[in-house]
């Protein structure tokens, strides 16, 4: 919030909390934030994350991964989105795109501000061509994944604004190099599924990553 502060922002104007993917080093305060200081805020997720950001579980947030543990504070849903909705704040208009890989949920929105047109997202691709981790504990999907980057590259934003690092303008050469990486891990199970969770004790998860 001081951030937010810190960039003049109006707190009060703020009618709408966007939720890129259920995971907690996006969103692990979400509940507490909204409930002390946004509580008149709507909350929009993807339909396909909105039950991990609500009942909190664990595995699906990655709030319980080894070194990286955190409380997570649940939150209720108000707006469960899907592709080609659109999400209007003032003037301009938020068109939602489906980017599934990295979580089943994973969104972008895309708009425009004085004729440039801008995606953001959280975790998908990076300004260095690098992906949002892939474990199969939280559902990530490598045939999805590989999808959504060549999406990305249909829509052709001017510019870019990911959940980490900086954002950056649009270019092929840094989606294809992400695409480069994910059909190499499609092509090579034994690298695909070196997950960077490992199964709680008394947790029987039999799971692998899913390519279909």
């Avoid at 997720?45 to 649940?74: L, M, Q, W």
Wanted: proline share 4%; charged share 25%; with cysteine.
């Amino acid at each position: 919030l001081e951030g937010i502060k810190q960039d003049n922002i109006d707190l009060d104007k703020i009618k709408i909390i966007l939720v890129s993917h259920a995971h907690a080093d996006h969103i692990a305060g979400i509940g507490k934030v909204k409930e002390e200081r946004f509580n008149n805020c709507k909350v929009a997720a993807h339909k396909n994350d909105a039950d991990f950001v609500e009942n909190g579980d664990p595995v699906r947030t990655c709030s319980a991964i080894p070194n990286f543990k955190t409380e997570f504070y649940t939150c209720k849903i108000d707006i469960r989105l899907e592709e080609n909705d659109i999400l209007q704040v003032g003037n301009v208009k938020f068109k939602v795109w489906s980017l599934p890989g990295h979580t089943p949920g994973s969104l972008g929105v895309e708009f425009a501000i004085n004729g440039t047109k801008y995606l953001m997202y959280g975790d998908v691709v990076y300004q260095d061509g690098g992906l949002g981790l892939i474990d199969a504990h939280w559902e990530s999907n490598i045939k999805d994944y590989i999808n959504s980057a060549e999406k990305i590259k249909s829509i052709k934003p001017d510019f870019i604004l990911p959940g980490h690092g900086i954002w950056f303008k649009y270019s092929d050469t840094i989606i294809d190099q992400a695409l480069k990486a994910l059909h190499f891990y499609l092509g090579r199970p034994e690298i695909a599924d070196q997950w960077i969770y490992h199964t709680p004790p008394g947790e029987d998860k039999d799971v692998k990553i899913l390519r279909d």
